[in-house]
């Protein structure tokens, strides 16, 4: 039957089968990497005419509900989702070095991917 087991899982993953060519899918570099939270005043310096495009570029890129989940600070903002943003505010002619999110914090990857993926 399926249930609730007792027992305690773990995974291992054998280095052997991993070669030189192809990066394991389950390697965690040991660096902290800067997270970005809420994206509450990205459009302060922003033309009402562009607000709209550069919004629905936004929810275009992350998914209606991944935006409200950024938006309302319930889900974190890698260094390389950061990056896309400003891209998008690049290609309508806006400073992206302008841009800054609601707040900042560094940590391990690992650690934060609960958060990554609510």
Do not use: H
Not at 6 to 25: A, D, F, G, H, L
Request: hydrophobic share 35%; charged share 30%; net charge negative.
């Amino acid at each position: 039957m399926l249930g609730t087991s007792t027992r305690e899982r773990y995974m291992v993953v054998n280095e052997k089968v991993i070669t030189e060519k192809q990066s394991c899918p389950f390697f965690a570099p040991d660096r902290k990497e800067r997270f970005a939270w809420g994206i509450s005043r990205i459009y302060d310096n922003v033309r009402v005419a562009d607000l709209s495009d550069i919004r629905q570029n936004l929810i275009y890129t992350f998914g209606r509900t991944v935006y409200y989940w950024i938006k309302r600070e319930e889900r974190v903002l890698t260094e390389s989702e950061q990056a896309e943003i400003r891209d998008i505010f690049t290609e309508m002619g806006y400073d992206s070095s302008a841009i800054e999110f609601d707040s900042y914090g560094e940590q391990y990857p690992s650690l934060m991917r609960p958060y990554k993926y609510v």
